[in-house]
């Protein structure tokens, strides 16, 4: 069984930093994509970034230039480093994984992290 863990989620005020994190763990043999989806109150859920098996990263243009994915391979964790932080950054942030393990690749999923940003 694999399990996505959050962690990280907060209150910040406008233009400040936080720092996600997102656990992988569990009967893992392979990992394709990793990232971050968020979903504010009302609207759909969106793609804020990932990272695939190759390091290669890709964001979303809303947090270009203020957000970092990275990854710590050995631990199968990633984390979302966000900084100046708006209140449009308000939403659930949802770890996402597609994953391979006992022999199917399939989509998984966090609980969600609230980040909840003041103007």
């Known amino acids: 069984q694999v399990q996505l863990a959050e962690s990280g989620g907060g209150l910040v005020q406008a233009g400040g930093s936080l720092r996600l994190s997102c656990a992988a763990s569990?009967?893992?043999?392979?990992?394709?994509?990793l990232g971050w989806y968020r979903q504010a109150p009302g609207k759909q859920r969106e793609l804020v970034a990932s990272?695939?098996?190759?390091?290669?990263?890709s964001y979303s243009d809303s947090v270009k230039d203020r957000f970092t994915i990275s990854r710590h391979n050995t631990e199968n964790t990633i984390y979302l480093q966000m900084n100046s932080l708006k209140p449009e950054d308000t939403a659930v942030y949802y770890c996402y994984g597609r994953l391979q393990s006992m022999g199917s690749v399939d989509d998984y999923w966090g609980q969600g992290t609230q980040v909840t940003v003041s103007s």
């Open positions: 569990g009967l893992i043999s392979g990992i394709y994509t």
């Open positions: 990272i695939i098996s190759s390091g290669s990263t």
